[in-house]
């Protein structure tokens, strides 16, 4: 079993939709979880870390579910800008000193369509 | 602040060369770390650094080696480039690993022919 895991999309939705996709991840004494943004031939860049809470960054809002071992990310009212590829990644390490510890899911594809 | 700065941007290399892929940080992050970047895969760890004289290895770290003289500092060598090792290659920093997100640079696309 791959440790994170994406469905790699694409997703294509209407511009001001709302759209959700999970993540799953194997290790259940993973740590911590971010989603990250990668635009096309860009570098990732952090959207959002993930708490067990749940967390909430304007239009993007992101669920942790330890029993599941799952993540999500839902996006509302979706822009044009938003068309993108995200990232899960997962963490089973606190502190240096050993390895990195981060997991990176291939990631979705989503293109928000006018 | 400029982050994390790598050059070159692009870079074509015949089989057998070797060249380095340098990587700086001005943002005092002790913990360092190159990945790859392959088309229909995940970022890949090469080599990390947890500070200055410190590196260990990754999951795929055969064909580099890295070095950590300074802080700011931690470029990439390809010892003997094959072209297995045509990928992006993205090197990022953090302050404290897993505690917050990492910042990466923007990338070297490299082309073994």
């Known amino acids: 079993r791959k440790e994170v895991e994406q469905d790699p999309g694409p997703f294509n939705v209407p511009e001001g939709a709302t759209v959700a996709f999970n993540c799953t991840y194997s290790n259940s004494a993973s740590q911590s979880f971010f989603w990250y943004r990668q635009d096309c031939r860009k570098e990732p860049k952090l959207l959002m870390s993930v708490y067990s809470s749940g967390n909430e960054d304007g239009r993007f809002t992101a669920q942790l579910n330890r029993a599941s071992q799952y993540i999500s990310l839902l996006i509302r009212d979706s822009k044009l800008s938003d068309s993108a590829t995200y990232l899960c990644?997962?963490?089973?390490?606190?502190?240096?000193?050993?390895?990195?510890?981060?997991?990176f899911g291939k990631g979705t594809h989503l293109i928000i369509q006018p | 602040n400029a982050g994390v700065t790598q050059t070159p941007k692009f870079q074509v290399l015949k089989t057998g060369q070797s060249m380095t892929l340098q990587c700086a940080q001005d943002?005092?992050?002790?913990?360092m770390s190159w990945y790859r970047q392959d088309p229909g895969m995940g970022l890949r760890l090469i080599h990390y650094s947890v500070g200055a004289g410190i590196t260990d290895q990754g999951e795929v770290p055969n064909g580099y080696n890295v070095s950590r003289s300074t802080t700011e500092d931690f470029p990439l060598r390809l010892l003997s480039a094959a072209p297995s090792q045509t990928s992006v290659y993205f090197c990022?920093?953090?302050?404290?690993?897993?505690?917050?997100?990492?910042?990466f640079g923007s990338g070297t696309r490299l082309t073994v022919v």
């Open positions: 943002m005092n992050h002790e913990y």
């Open positions: 990022a920093s953090v302050r404290v690993p897993g505690s917050y997100g990492y910042t």
């Open positions: 990644v997962v963490n089973n390490k606190y502190s240096g000193g050993g390895a990195d510890g981060l997991t």
